[in-house]
């Protein structure tokens, strides 16, 4: 049964940094794109930045690039998400995806994930 478990939320000031995890079982990350999402309170979901299943594609929203970094270690079969420079407006919940599409590499068009994490809070604050 494919699972995917966020952790690494938390609180921390602007300008601070998290890393995130989401830790896969069930499947193998060579056979699925993972992403980033978020949700603020009264907001819709949004796409943070997605990794292929190869890990060679890597795409981030704007609001977030130079900031986020998103990373994968095949043996741990867990992505991360490294985000820097917090701002406060990155509070949201956090939540991983998979996309089992074959032959799409990654693109942070939320209906492409079927599959999806319980979410982690993320709360940037002084």
């Known amino acids: 049964q494919l699972q995917l478990v966020e952790s690494g939320g938390g609180l921390v000031q602007p300008g601070g940094s998290l890393r995130l995890s989401c830790a896969a079982s069930?499947?193998?990350?060579?056979?699925?794109?993972i992403g980033w999402f978020r949700q603020a309170p009264g907001k819709d979901r949004e796409g943070v930045s997605c990794?292929?299943?190869?890990?060679?594609?890597?795409n981030y929203a704007d609001s977030v690039k130079g900031r986020f970094t998103i990373s994968r270690d095949i043996a741990k079969n867990t992505v991360y998400l490294q985000m820097n420079s917090l701002k406060p407006e990155d509070t949201a919940v956090y939540y991983c995806?998979?996309?089992?599409?074959?032959?799409?590499?990654?693109?942070?068009?939320?209906?492409?994930?079927?599959?999806w994490g319980q979410g982690t809070q993320v709360t940037v604050s002084s």
């Open positions: 990794i292929s299943r190869r890990g060679g594609t890597t």
């Open positions: 069930g499947f193998t990350l060579d056979y699925y794109a």
């Open positions: 995806a998979a996309d089992s599409n074959w032959f799409r590499l990654c693109a942070l068009n939320l209906p492409d994930f079927t599959s």
